[in-house]
């Protein structure tokens, strides 16, 4: 800096001196994405600016990230324009989560967007357990059919929603006779492949004879021509009614 004095009568001075103007913080800027799915990364980075929007890079930065029902799920100190990757975590809840950050009274705050995400897991346990775990953020209500192909062929269907980081198992040695079976799984939503897509019923429930079919199929067709001939009985009987009815009338009107 450099100061010149000068009077009426042509007498000047002059006089230079370094002034070191500081840096004062003034803003903190956060740079995140609109909108992340769970289980991805979300990219974080943290500015610290002066007066003049140049960057402080030494200033340490506490950051606070708050999901929807303002709960603190983690906490971090970064420096100033250092990059961090936060994972959003499978069963984070879905809708619009805020970032804080502080540093020397400085205040700063930006949100963005959890999605919801969908999903499940399959795996069959103990060779005969079908084991539905929900690993989205959202209740899963879609249902689960199961196609199982052996011996004979069986589809067990379940439309029980499943909260989230919930379970739904699927006994299959209550659902079917002894033997190993295929199993394939369907949904509402794509469904992961198997591994090792087969089931190995021990303890299962007994096979029906074909003396047990027959004698089912027997029994129920002698309860449905039971009630046909009931029916029919009951039909002769009110139209009998109804003509001795008409007769009787008949008869004291010709009187």
Same mark, same amino acid.
């Given at each position: 800096?450099?100061?010149?004095?000068?009077?009426?009568?042509?007498?000047?001075?002059?006089?230079?001196?370094?002034?070191?103007?500081?840096?004062?913080?003034?803003?903190?800027?956060?740079?995140?994405?609109?909108?992340? !799915?769970?289980?991805?990364?979300?990219?974080?980075?943290?500015?610290?600016?002066?007066?003049?929007?140049?960057?402080?890079?030494?200033?340490?930065?506490?950051?606070?990230?708050?999901?929807?029902?303002?709960?603190?799920?983690?906490?971090? /100190?970064?420096?100033?324009?250092?990059?961090?990757?936060?994972?959003?975590?499978?069963?984070?809840?879905?809708?619009?989560?805020?970032?804080?950050?502080?540093?020397?009274?400085?205040?700063?705050?930006? !949100?963005?967007?959890?999605?919801?995400?969908?999903? /499940?897991?399959?795996?069959?346990?103990?060779?005969?357990?079908?084991?539905?775990?929900?690993?989205?953020?959202?209740?899963?209500?879609?249902?689960?059919? /199961?196609?199982?192909?052996?011996?004979?062929?069986?589809?067990?269907?379940?439309?029980?929603?499943?909260?989230?980081?919930?379970?739904?198992?699927?006994?299959?040695?209550?659902?079917?006779?002894?033997?190993?079976?295929?199993?394939?799984?369907?949904?509402?939503?794509?469904?992961?492949?198997?591994?090792?897509?087969?089931?190995?019923?021990?303890?299962?429930?007994?096979?029906?004879?074909?003396?047990?079919?027959?004698?089912?199929?027997?029994?129920?067709?002698?309860?449905?021509?039971?009630?046909?001939?009931?029916?029919?009985?009951?039909?002769?009987?009110?139209?009998?009614?109804?003509?001795?009815?008409? /007769?009787?009338?008949?008869?004291?009107?010709?009187?």
């Amino acid at each position: 800096l450099t100061i010149v004095a000068k009077d009426k009568f042509s007498n000047k001075g002059l006089k230079s001196a370094k002034i070191e103007i500081l840096q004062v913080l003034k803003s903190i800027k956060i740079f995140v994405p609109e909108n992340i !799915t769970p289980g991805n990364i979300l990219p974080i980075k943290f500015l610290a600016l002066d007066q003049t929007n140049q960057t402080m890079d030494d200033k340490e930065i506490n950051i606070e990230v708050f999901n929807t029902e303002g709960e603190k799920i983690f906490e971090k /100190v970064l420096y100033s324009d250092e990059e961090f990757e936060y994972k959003v975590q499978n069963f984070s809840t879905p809708g619009r989560w805020k970032i804080i950050a502080k540093c020397e009274g400085v205040v700063s705050e930006k !949100t963005f967007f959890v999605n919801k995400k969908k999903d /499940v897991s399959v795996k069959i346990l103990n060779g005969s357990k079908i084991v539905v775990k929900n690993i989205g953020n959202v209740k899963f209500t879609d249902g689960i059919k /199961v196609d199982i192909n052996g011996d004979a062929n069986y589809t067990i269907i379940r439309t029980t929603p499943i909260d989230v980081n919930e379970t739904l198992i699927i006994d299959l040695s209550k659902e079917l006779p002894a033997g190993k079976y295929n199993i394939t799984i369907f949904s509402g939503i794509p469904i992961p492949k198997l591994q090792g897509n087969y089931a190995n019923v021990e303890n299962g429930k007994p096979r029906k004879s074909f003396s047990e079919i027959y004698s089912l199929l027997a029994m129920t067709s002698i309860l449905i021509l039971l009630f046909l001939a009931g029916f029919v009985e009951v039909k002769k009987t009110t139209e009998n009614k109804n003509r001795f009815s008409k /007769v009787k009338k008949g008869k004291s009107i010709k009187e």
